[in-house]
């Protein structure tokens, strides 16, 4: 069955702080790949998408994931958090049925 | 971005009641919408493809009577969780597809529904 592993359940960082959130899927075909963020209290929203061309991919507030399909990894990555980067970080996998399927989640906590 | 509008937020209600969660799509048309399921510290579990027009595709373990799905039209789809038990008490999220954006889904801001 196809899935999405996160690996960080619940990550800590001071602010300044570089952050990376690993993302694993297994499927072997052409995917998209999705990170989500879900602030307190607020819905989901669209970080960064990648569908093709540069595996390295720019979003929203200064986050960047890049795809690596060897290793079929799609981790999200951030130079220096901020305490409103605290939120709830989902990476998601759609495949050619298009569903969209989730990662566990990262639980992201910045301290000031 | 699109917006994507639940109602209600937050709804509690007597065991044995029905309950209906609506979902729109306030600036785009979304042929097809999503319902999901979140249990705390977990992820988002796809419940049913609700498709304009025609009947829901639920996910292997969804009760399709249980969990009644409309999708009157382009911008708006409602979810009905009948006879509701303590068991169905959870945080429901709907999305809706923008076909017209590169089919990416917007999400609701979800139901927290608790069954007494």
């Known amino acids: 069955a196809q899935s999405v592993s996160q690996h960080n359940h619940h990550v800590i960082l001071s602010e300044a702080a570089s952050l990376e959130l690993g993302c694993n899927y297994s499927?072997?075909?052409?995917?998209?790949l999705f990170w989500y963020v879900q602030y307190p209290g607020q819905h989901l929203q669209l970080l960064l998408k990648?569908?093709?061309?540069?595996?390295l991919v720019k979003g929203i507030k200064g986050f960047e994931a890049e795809f690596i399909k060897s290793k079929f990894s799609f981790n999200l990555r951030k130079p220096s958090v901020q305490w409103s980067d605290t939120a709830e970080y989902f990476c998601?996998?759609?495949?050619?049925?298009?569903?969209?399927?989730f990662g566990q989640g990262t639980e992201l906590s910045v301290k000031p | 971005g699109a917006v994507v509008s639940q109602h209600p937020s937050r709804v509690i209600c007597k065991s044995g009641t029905s309950v209906k969660i609506e979902c729109r799509s306030l600036?785009?048309?979304?042929?097809?919408m999503f319902w999901y399921r979140q249990f705390p510290k977990q992820s988002l579990m796809l419940m049913a493809t609700?498709?304009?027009?025609?009947?829901?595709?639920?996910e292997q373990g969804v009760e399709k009577d249980k969990f009644l799905i409309n999708h009157a039209s382009l911008t708006l789809s409602t979810l009905t969780v009948t006879s509701a038990h303590p068991e169905d008490s959870s945080f429901y999220i709907c999305?809706?597809?923008?076909?017209?954006?590169?089919?990416?889904?917007?999400f609701g801001a979800g139901t927290r529904l608790s069954v007494l």
């Open positions: 600036d785009f048309q979304a042929t097809t």
């Open positions: 499927y072997g075909g052409t995917v998209n």
């Open positions: 999305s809706a597809r923008a076909s017209d954006r590169g089919n990416i889904q917007y």
């Open positions: 990648y569908f093709s061309g540069d595996p």
């Open positions: 609700s498709n304009e027009g025609s009947k829901a595709t639920y």
């Open positions: 998601a996998v759609r495949n050619q049925g298009g569903k969209l399927i």
